[in-house]
């Protein structure tokens, strides 16, 4: 079995990467790659009346500061679902801290879009998006940070 994390995140042409989802847009559930069974596991639900504004996931091949693999955003022009693999363009990134335990430590997001969408082909960096995109997802951040049901 492929442990996805290990995946090369970089392609050929030098502008995109590959992304693995796992969380769809839309959806309460996060979701978490588990890279020893190779599944997706519920990892929470947010409240009711929250759901991801994107779809969610990491660029495999890749360490943050957090130890994970970096997180990513991903504009689509259709849900993508879980365990998808999908080559996107890179467009931005919304820098952020985390803290638990005490300790503090960056958790960037980057934001990209498929590479190959049709609805955000011209699309090349997160103003063409403007700001009221950029502060929703700003909020959607400083309120999702930890109100997951984990039960």
Known sequence: MTDLIKLPHRLDDGHT????IETPRGHRSKFDYDPE???????????????FPLSFG????????DGDPI???????EDLPVGCLVTVRLLGVIEAEQTEGGATCRNDRLIGKVAKS?????????TA????????LALFFETY??????E
């Open 17 to 20: 990467c590959r992304a693995i």
């Open 37 to 51: 069974s190779g599944l997706f596991e519920l990892a929470g639900v947010l409240p009711a009346g929250m759901a």
């Open 58 to 65: 990491f660029i495999p091949g890749t360490k943050a500061e």
């Open 71 to 77: 997180d990513i955003l991903v504009l689509s022009d």
């Open 118 to 126: 049709h609805s955000y082909r011209d699309v090349e960096s997160l």
């Open 129 to 136: 998006l403007g700001t009221a995109f950029t502060d929703d």
């Open 145 to 150: 940070l930890y109100p997951l049901a984990i």
